[in-house]
């Protein structure tokens, strides 16, 4: 089946650092990637979508400024959030969609952010 | 937008029994929909999903099925092991639209 990572796992970082994540799919092209948000006991909240060599679509009330994403090739998109602070701790999960999936989306493992 | 709900937020039951977790949608132009389980501090995994020109599908002790009229559709685990214990999710997206998801049903399966 479709393969996706994530990097790092977890990171701990200082109120007002940058940290970047990372979503690859592994063994087919993600012509689109998704970026969730998911607290404690509730659902996946999506926070954008990217296509590869676009602009990535935020949903409404996404600070775009705050999360930047990047999908600069078919097998990598990347978040990072600036500027963090311990609001912004969360468990922050992409999935990918692409050549071979259809609409199957494919979930990375995840990425638990905390802000000192 | 797409609106998704889902019932029950929680469900136990006794192993060996049937499961049944429900979802309805709100744009009848959804024609894809997944179901994930996501155990404890993992990613939500792909168990079962059915396209809009599909009634039921069946993979196992796990089967959708999909009322398009009524807008809603329903997992049903049979035989239900303790393994089963885990978060479900129910989605609705349009081909090659990005997903709408539910609230998710806690399933707890008594040994």
């Known amino acids: 089946g479709a393969v996706v990572s994530q990097h790092p796992s977890w990171v701990i970082c200082k109120s007002g650092t940058s940290v970047k994540i990372e979503c690859r799919s592994l063994d087919f092209q993600a012509t689109t990637m998704f970026w969730y948000r998911q607290f404690p006991k509730q659902s996946l909240m999506l926070m954008a979508t990217?296509?590869?060599?676009?602009?990535?679509?935020?949903e409404q009330g996404v600070e775009k400024d705050k999360f930047l994403i990047n999908h600069a090739s078919l097998t990598l998109s990347t978040l990072t959030v600036t500027s963090a602070h311990p609001e912004d701790s969360s468990f922050y999960i992409c999935?990918?969609?692409?050549?071979?999936?259809?609409?199957?989306?494919?979930f990375g493992p995840g990425t638990r952010l905390l802000v000192l | 937008g797409e609106n998704v709900e889902q019932h029950p937020s929680t469900l136990s039951v006794q192993e060996g029994d049937s499961a049944v977790i429900k979802c309805t949608y709100s744009?009848?132009?959804?024609?894809?929909f997944p179901w994930y389980k996501q155990e404890l501090g993992k990613r939500p995994q792909l168990i079962i999903d059915?396209?809009?020109?599909?009634g039921e599908k069946k993979d196992q002790r796990i089967a959708v099925t999909l009322n398009k009229t009524a807008k809603h559709f329903s997992l049903h685990i049979t035989e239900t092991q303790p393994e089963d214990s885990a978060v479900y999710f129910c989605a609705a997206s349009i081909w090659a639209g990005k997903s709408t998801f539910g609230d998710g049903t806690t399933l707890t399966v008594k040994p």
């Open positions: 744009d009848s132009a959804s024609n894809y």
């Open positions: 999935s990918a969609r692409g050549y071979g999936t259809q609409e199957t989306q494919y």
């Open positions: 990217s296509n590869e060599g676009s602009k990535a679509t935020y």
């Open positions: 059915i396209r809009s020109n599909v």
